[in-house]
T-cell receptor, first 115, second 111 residues
Framework: AQSVTQPDIHITVSEGASLELRCNYSYGATPYLFWYVQSPGQGLQLLLK??????LVQGIKGFEAEFKRSQSSFNLRKPSVHWSDAAEYFCAVGHGSSNTGKLIFGQGTTLQVKP | DSGVTQTPKHLITATGQRVTLRCSPRSGDLSVYWYQQSLDQGLQFLIQ???????AKGNILERFSAQQFPDLHSELNLSSLELGDSALYFC??????????FGPGTRLTVT
């Protein structure tokens, strides 16, 4: 069965420090992979996506993620965290068939940023 | 702003009641997805409609139903509500198989 694991429930980093949020997936074929961010009381905003091609993908707000097929991972990174990055981050895997595309989400990682 | 709208933003109702949540997708998107977010279950896919037809079902209770209308807006109907149905309900839209854009959600509180 398809699944997504985000091993870290809660991460705290200092402002200006680098960030890496982990995501591992289980999927039978080449997955479509996504990272979303949710600020308190808000909906989910798409940060970046991987469909195919270059395994290092760039997203909005200075985020990037690297797809590693051998490790079934799609970790999210940012070189320097800002206080406004404090939020909950969700990794998701999607089925890439022509007319279905439900997303399976990880449990989320809450990011706290220390001043 | 994702372009996906949901109404109402908040809904408070009593057990046993029935409610309808509404979603308007982004212009041009043919698919609408419904998700439930709760503290214990996380984000769970409920159901997908594509151009008016049900396309995929997830962990949707029999008390819940949905439909997509000719103008592509969708409604999620929740009936015989229980306390455990209290959650955030999100709608997302896309033109599959591409990325989904989420609405702001409807927070349902069942008392």
């Amino acid at each position: 069965a398809q699944s997504v694991t985000q091993p870290d429930i809660h991460i705290t980093v200092s402002e200006g420090a680098s960030l890496e949020l982990r995501c591992n997936y289980s999927y039978g074929a080449t997955p479509y992979l996504f990272w979303y961010v949710q600020s308190p009381g808000q909906g989910l905003q798409l940060l970046l996506k991987y469909f195919s091609g270059d395994t290092l993908v760039q997203g909005i707000k200075g985020f990037e993620a690297e797809f590693k097929r051998s490790q079934s991972s799609f970790n999210l990174r940012k070189p320097s965290v800002h206080w406004s990055d404090a939020a909950e981050y969700f990794c998701a895997v999607g089925h890439g068939s022509s007319n279905t595309g439900k997303l399976i989400f990880g449990q989320g990682t809450t990011l706290q940023v220390k001043p | 702003d994702s372009g996906v709208t949901q109404t109402p933003k908040h809904l408070i109702t009593a057990t046993g009641q029935r409610v309808t949540l509404r979603c308007s997708p982004r212009s041009g998107d043919l698919s609408v997805y419904w998700y439930q977010q709760s503290l214990d279950q996380g984000l769970q896919f409920l159901i997908q409609y594509y151009n008016g037809e049900e396309r995929a079902k997830g962990n949707i209770l029999e008390r819940f139903s949905a439909q997509q209308f000719p103008d592509l807006h969708s409604e999620l109907n929740l009936s015989s509500l229980e306390l455990g149905d209290s959650a955030l309900y999100f709608c997302a839209s896309s033109t599959p198989p591409y990325e989904q854009y989420f609405g702001p959600g409807t927070r349902l509180t069942v008392t």
